[in-house]
């Protein structure tokens, strides 16, 4: 194959631009991917890689910028487009009709024709021949519900294939396979670029970039930080372009000498029900008074199903929970919020608010049985007002009034409801899941100062979040979790990022 | 955005339904003034009608709250009717079988009655709570075993009164509901004081009490009110089983106020019509009056229908078919509406 200088990159886009009303998705994005490379595409979840590779299938249309493929300037109004530039996608989650067969799904909307009727034989006989290429054999004949995970993921590969592209992207193909099919896709990739296919992939794991691809882009929020050779970096380099270090808000927690132990965590597991997978795997750890131990890692790896352990709101498999030395390890959320735990759970909408209740109501829900608030039967109906008024001058709650929708609050504001209502139980440990996800600084700051507050005044706080510079900011103790496992602690002052971005990337500290 | 909400956009859906009736009514011929005229005094115009309409809402009133009522737990209760017919089959056997005064027994009848119809739902509240069998598809199924029950039991079953006829005996005196007005066509009782005092009682319910603002959490997002400690399995139990207490009271009303005993197949279906009720008035216990008024007038107006303004008094389901959909159609638009007004405020909004 051709490879002078003068050959153009295979997909060049500049300066490109989305934005989801508020969010700026992808900021100025610029990518070169020259032909016939692996070009791996990494960052964390919410970087903006999905929105950037769907920009360029057509999925979204950019608001500005300029897409390339092969040299030529394309507008990408939408897959069809993309797919006529001989672009194709391997979603991470797949597009098959479960109940037709694998050669019918390859085949659907690119039927052969003989007269009228589907040449199935044909077809058969293209779709062995590229799947040999490659290197493997598929059943055409079986329905593809029957089949394992990554040989549907082949068959994805074969649609694309079928379809004549040449340029692959692969949206994080490796999330849902085991280690052995790991390898199989890898060598599949190798095989298609030896064929001169142009592949794009799409990771958040360093073992797989440094296994495969030639050249790396890493994306922070929204923005394109760096393309680099992989010969020439380091995955600890690569590690801290991608969580980066984003002082948001100088804060600096005054020290606080952390009190007794309040929460004992003990070889907590949870087995995902009905399969083997493992979500939460061993676990311990415990949090004293007046500290704050912040839990890092790449979402999906645990830490959401750890909240709800701690919480109630999902039992474990096995292992023990202990609040002050009595055991709450089964118990119901009622019987965890008796015990002290009070929780910011991760989903403010569908889990921390009733959206169509009003803002009293949403900060009295769960006091209600407290005597000041309520008799055996009847509201206390004024007292709850009072308190509301209270918390939502303390809180800062706007617009100041208890009788408005949730809905109608700004998000900082719904989760200002939400702090408020869950320190108000004064609680011995809050579980805090993403208590800043989607808050704009002010409102950031705002929940810091009061975890702060609140660890100031003995509380044992659980932090849980994505965002490392938040851990980092926050927490006296930091946890990193990967694959449902600790993978290492750091003290506050010994927090190192190049080392803490490795153990949240590829589960250890070496490259 | 007053238009889409309460008791306006039930006056516009009533409106569309008559006016559309109306047109009907020219098509076939007949006066759209005639029609008006005997709408209104075959429900409303004049004293028979009057407590033949009364008569009409105070089972629907009672069925619309079990639905209200379910609803507000987050539920769908269709079973109204097969909770109407136990209500019926307990209060049956109160008025045959106990002998206390009327000041005992007549409260007894309703509270069997009551009971009754709240085991049945509660058995579907149990299904949806432990099994996960949903509730639409199992209270449907129990409306015909428990029609099928209770005419069994009033046929060829014990409480059969021993005669060609498919009903059991006269329930004592002493169970009767007492008369309020003594209407000749259609005796009014203490019934109409039952449903109001229903409508009032969970109206003081939801918004008084402890555990009616926990049930309306549950209702609205039961992954929240799980999130802050809520037993959601108890009040889905709980919330079915006070749903099928009003139904069970609508069919304690009919053997104690209207047959005065037990008869196979009584229903006309009022714990169907419930259900249309309750969405007229938006699962808002105040509006289930003016709702139950409305469909029971247009019951009564029938006959009048078809004497007078010669409309055949299929013309009565057109009406309510076309107000049912007004309102889900309104509910639908206004929906919208809100979102879109939502998504607005959260742009201008947020600081």
Same mark, same amino acid.
Request: proline share 4%; hydrophobic share 45%.
């Given at each position: 194959?051709?490879?002078?200088?003068?050959?153009?990159?295979?997909?060049?886009?500049?300066?490109?631009?989305?934005?989801?009303?508020?969010?700026?998705?992808?900021?100025?994005?610029?990518?070169?991917?020259?032909?016939?490379?692996?070009?791996?595409?990494?960052?964390?979840?919410?970087?903006?890689?999905?929105?950037?590779?769907?920009?360029?299938?057509?999925?979204?249309?950019?608001?500005?910028?300029?897409?390339?493929?092969?040299?030529?300037?394309?507008?990408?109004?939408?897959?069809?487009?993309?797919?006529?530039?001989?672009?194709?996608?391997?979603?991470?989650?797949?597009?098959?009709?479960?109940?037709?067969?694998?050669?019918?799904?390859?085949?659907?909307?690119?039927?052969?024709?003989?007269?009228?009727?589907?040449?199935?034989?044909?077809?058969?006989?293209?779709?062995?021949?590229?799947?040999?290429?490659?290197?493997?054999?598929?059943?055409?004949?079986?329905?593809?519900?029957?089949?394992?995970?990554?040989?549907?993921?082949?068959?994805?590969?074969?649609?694309?294939?079928?379809?004549?592209?040449?340029?692959?992207?692969?949206?994080?193909?490796?999330?849902?396979?085991?280690?052995?099919?790991?390898?199989?896709?890898?060598?599949?990739?190798?095989?298609?670029?030896?064929?001169?296919?142009?592949?794009?992939?799409?990771?958040?794991?360093?073992?797989?970039?440094?296994?495969?691809?030639?050249?790396?882009?890493?994306?922070?929020?929204?923005?394109?930080?760096?393309?680099?050779?992989?010969?020439?970096?380091?995955?600890?380099?690569?590690?801290?372009?991608?969580?980066?270090?984003?002082?948001?808000?100088?804060?600096?927690?005054?020290?606080?000498?952390?009190?007794?132990?309040?929460?004992?965590?003990?070889?907590?597991?949870?087995?995902?029900?009905?399969?083997?997978?493992?979500?939460?795997?061993?676990?311990?750890?415990?949090?004293?008074?007046?500290?704050?131990?912040?839990?890092?890692?790449?979402?999906?790896?645990?830490?959401?199903?750890?909240?709800?352990?701690?919480?109630?709101?999902?039992?474990?498999?096995?292992?023990?929970?202990?609040?002050?030395?009595?055991?709450?390890?089964?118990?119901?959320?009622?019987?965890?919020?008796?015990?002290?735990?009070?929780?910011?759970?991760?989903?403010?909408?569908?889990?921390?608010?009733?959206?169509?209740?009003?803002?009293?109501?949403?900060?009295?829900?769960?006091?209600?049985?407290?005597?000041?608030?309520?008799?055996?039967?009847?509201?206390?109906?004024?007292?709850?007002?009072?308190?509301?008024?209270?918390?939502?001058?303390?809180?800062?709650?706007?617009?100041?009034?208890?009788?408005?929708?949730?809905?109608?609050?700004?998000?900082?504001?719904?989760?200002?409801?939400?702090?408020?209502?869950?320190?108000?139980?004064?609680?011995?440990?809050?579980?805090?899941?993403?208590?800043?996800?989607?808050?704009?600084?002010?409102?950031?700051?705002?929940?810091?100062?009061?975890?702060?507050?609140?660890?100031?005044?003995?509380?044992?706080?659980?932090?849980?979040?994505?965002?490392?510079?938040?851990?980092?900011?926050?927490?006296?103790?930091?946890?990193?979790?990967?694959?449902?496992?600790?993978?290492?602690?750091?003290?506050?002052?010994?927090?190192?990022?190049?080392?803490?971005?490795?153990?949240?990337?590829?589960?250890?500290?070496?490259? | 955005?007053?238009?889409?909400?309460? %008791?306006?956009?039930? /006056?516009?859906?009533?409106?569309?339904?008559?006016?559309?009736? =109306?047109?009907? @009514? &020219? #098509?076939? !011929? $007949?006066?759209?003034?005639?029609?008006?005229?005997?709408?209104?005094?075959?429900?409303?115009?004049?004293?028979?009608?009057?407590?033949?309409?009364?008569?009409?809402?105070?089972?629907?009133?009672?069925?619309?709250?079990?639905?209200?009522?379910?609803?507000?737990?987050?539920?769908?209760?269709?079973?109204?009717?097969?909770?109407?017919?136990?209500?019926?089959?307990?209060?049956?056997?109160?008025?045959?079988?106990?002998? %206390?005064?009327?000041? /005992?027994?007549?409260?007894?009848?309703?509270?069997?009655?009551? =009971?009754?119809? @709240? &085991? #049945?739902? !509660? $058995?579907?509240?149990?299904?949806?709570?432990?099994?996960?069998?949903?509730?639409?598809?199992?209270?449907?199924?129990?409306?015909?075993?428990?029609?099928?029950?209770?005419?069994?039991?009033?046929?060829?079953?014990?409480?059969?009164?021993?005669?060609?006829?498919?009903?059991?005996?006269?329930?004592?005196?002493?169970?009767?509901?007492?008369?309020?007005?003594?209407?000749?066509?259609?005796?009014?009782?203490?019934?109409?004081?039952?449903?109001?005092?229903?409508?009032?009682?969970?109206?003081?319910?939801?918004?008084?009490?402890?555990?009616?603002?926990?049930?309306?959490?549950?209702?609205?997002?039961?992954?929240?009110?799980?999130?802050?400690?809520?037993?959601?399995?108890?009040?889905?139990?709980?919330?079915?089983?006070?749903?099928?207490?009003?139904?069970?009271?609508?069919?304690?009303?009919?053997?104690?106020?209207?047959?005065?005993?037990?008869?196979?197949?009584?229903?006309?279906?009022?714990?169907?019509?419930?259900?249309?009720?309750?969405?007229?008035?938006?699962?808002?216990?105040?509006?289930?009056?003016?709702?139950?008024?409305?469909?029971?007038?247009?019951?009564?107006?029938?006959?009048?229908?078809?004497?007078?303004?010669?409309?055949?008094?299929?013309?009565?389901?057109?009406?309510?078919?076309?107000?049912?959909?007004?309102?889900?159609?309104?509910?639908?638009?206004?929906?919208?509406?809100?979102?879109?007004?939502?998504?607005?405020?959260?742009?201008?909004?947020?600081?």
């Amino acid at each position: 194959m051709k490879n002078s200088k003068q050959t153009p990159y295979a997909v060049e886009m500049l300066q490109v631009v989305k934005r989801f009303s508020q969010v700026l998705a992808v900021d100025h994005a610029d990518l070169q991917v020259k032909q016939g490379e692996v070009h791996a595409v990494i960052g964390e979840n919410g970087a903006g890689k999905s929105t950037l590779m769907r920009l360029l299938y057509g999925f979204y249309t950019a608001d500005s910028g300029t897409i390339r493929i092969n040299g030529e300037t394309v507008k990408m109004t939408d897959p069809g487009v993309a797919i006529a530039h001989g672009i194709g996608m391997v979603h991470q989650e797949f597009m098959l009709v479960p109940r037709l067969n694998a050669l019918d799904n390859i085949i659907l909307g690119q039927e052969p024709r003989k007269g009228l009727r589907v040449d199935r034989q044909k077809a058969r006989e293209e779709i062995t021949r590229l799947a040999g290429e490659l290197g493997f054999q598929v059943d055409l004949q079986a329905e593809v519900r029957d089949l394992p995970v990554g040989v549907q993921q082949k068959i994805e590969l074969l649609k694309v294939l079928y379809r004549g592209a040449s340029i692959l992207i692969l949206d994080e193909p490796t999330a849902v396979l085991t280690p052995q099919e790991v390898d199989e896709l890898f060598q599949m990739l190798r095989n298609l670029q030896k064929q001169g296919k142009t592949i794009i992939l799409i990771t958040h794991k360093l073992d797989e970039v440094m296994a495969i691809a030639d050249r790396v882009t890493v994306m922070r929020r929204g923005k394109t930080v760096k393309t680099v050779p992989k010969d020439s970096t380091t995955s600890g380099e690569l590690a801290s372009l991608m969580v980066g270090r984003n002082v948001i808000l100088d804060i600096k927690p005054p020290p606080v000498k952390p009190g007794e132990r309040v929460l004992t965590v003990r070889n907590l597991s949870l087995q995902e029900p009905g399969s083997a997978r493992v979500l939460v795997d061993g676990v311990s750890f415990e949090v004293r008074e007046g500290e704050i131990l912040g839990i890092a890692g790449v979402s999906g790896n645990g830490q959401s199903e750890l909240a709800e352990l701690l919480t109630g709101l999902t039992r474990p498999t096995s292992g023990e929970i202990l609040i002050r030395g009595q055991e709450v390890t089964f118990g119901s959320v009622r019987r965890k919020r008796e015990s002290g735990i009070a929780h910011i759970p991760e989903d403010r909408r569908n889990t921390g608010l009733v959206m169509a209740l009003s803002v009293e109501d949403n900060l009295t829900i769960g006091h209600q049985d407290k005597p000041e608030l309520s008799g055996k039967v009847l509201l206390k109906r004024e007292a709850i007002g009072e308190r509301s008024d209270r918390l939502i001058k303390m809180f800062d709650i706007r617009p100041p009034r208890r009788d408005v929708a949730a809905w109608h609050l700004s998000g900082g504001n719904q989760q200002k409801v939400i702090v408020a209502r869950e320190l108000d139980h004064d609680p011995q440990v809050l579980v805090a899941n993403q208590p800043t996800r989607g808050l704009d600084v002010a409102a950031m700051e705002y929940v810091y100062h009061h975890l702060l507050e609140a660890r100031n005044q003995g509380k044992a706080i659980v932090l849980i979040s994505m965002e490392l510079d938040e851990i980092l900011t926050l927490s006296d103790r930091i946890l990193v979790m990967y694959n449902g496992r600790i993978v290492g602690e750091f003290a506050r002052k010994n927090a190192d990022i190049e080392q803490i971005g490795l153990l949240m990337l590829q589960g250890r500290e070496a490259g | 955005m007053k238009i889409t909400s309460g %008791l306006g956009s039930a /006056l516009i859906a009533v409106c569309i339904g008559i006016g559309i009736s =109306l047109i009907l @009514a &020219l #098509l076939t !011929g $007949a006066s759209p003034i005639l029609t008006l005229q005997a709408l209104w005094v075959g429900s409303f115009g004049s004293p028979d009608s009057l407590a033949v309409t009364i008569n009409n809402a105070v089972p629907l009133i009672l069925t619309g709250m079990a639905v209200l009522v379910a609803f507000r737990t987050g539920l769908f209760n269709i079973g109204g009717e097969g909770q109407m017919y136990m209500g019926a089959l307990g209060a049956v056997l109160v008025g045959l079988y106990v002998d %206390l005064p009327p000041i /005992l027994e007549v409260p007894l009848l309703i509270a069997a009655g009551a =009971l009754f119809g @709240a &085991l #049945l739902a !509660g $058995a579907a509240g149990l299904l949806r709570a432990y099994t996960g069998a949903h509730e639409v598809i199992s209270t449907i199924m129990m409306n015909y075993i428990a029609q099928y029950f209770v005419n069994y039991m009033v046929t060829k079953g014990p409480l059969n009164k021993g005669s060609y006829s498919a009903q059991t005996h006269p329930i004592n005196p002493s169970a009767r509901l007492p008369v309020l007005w003594n209407n000749p066509v259609s005796p009014v009782t203490i019934s109409v004081i039952i449903a109001l005092a229903s409508v009032l009682f969970i109206h003081w319910f939801l918004t008084r009490t402890k555990q009616g603002f926990v049930l309306t959490t549950v209702g609205l997002n039961p992954r929240m009110a799980t999130y802050a400690g809520t037993n959601i399995k108890g009040y889905w139990i709980f919330g079915m089983m006070l749903a099928g207490a009003f139904a069970g009271m609508a069919g304690a009303v009919m053997v104690g106020g209207v047959f005065h005993k037990l008869v196979a197949n009584f229903s006309t279906g009022a714990g169907f019509t419930g259900i249309a009720v309750a969405l007229l008035a938006k699962n808002k216990p105040l509006g289930l009056i003016p709702a139950a008024l409305l469909f029971g007038g247009l019951n009564s107006a029938n006959l009048e229908l078809q004497l007078s303004a010669g409309v055949p008094k299929d013309v009565v389901l057109i009406i309510q078919a076309v107000v049912i959909l007004s309102v889900a159609v309104q509910a639908v638009i206004s929906e919208r509406l809100e979102k879109r007004q939502a998504a607005g405020i959260d742009r201008v909004g947020s600081q």
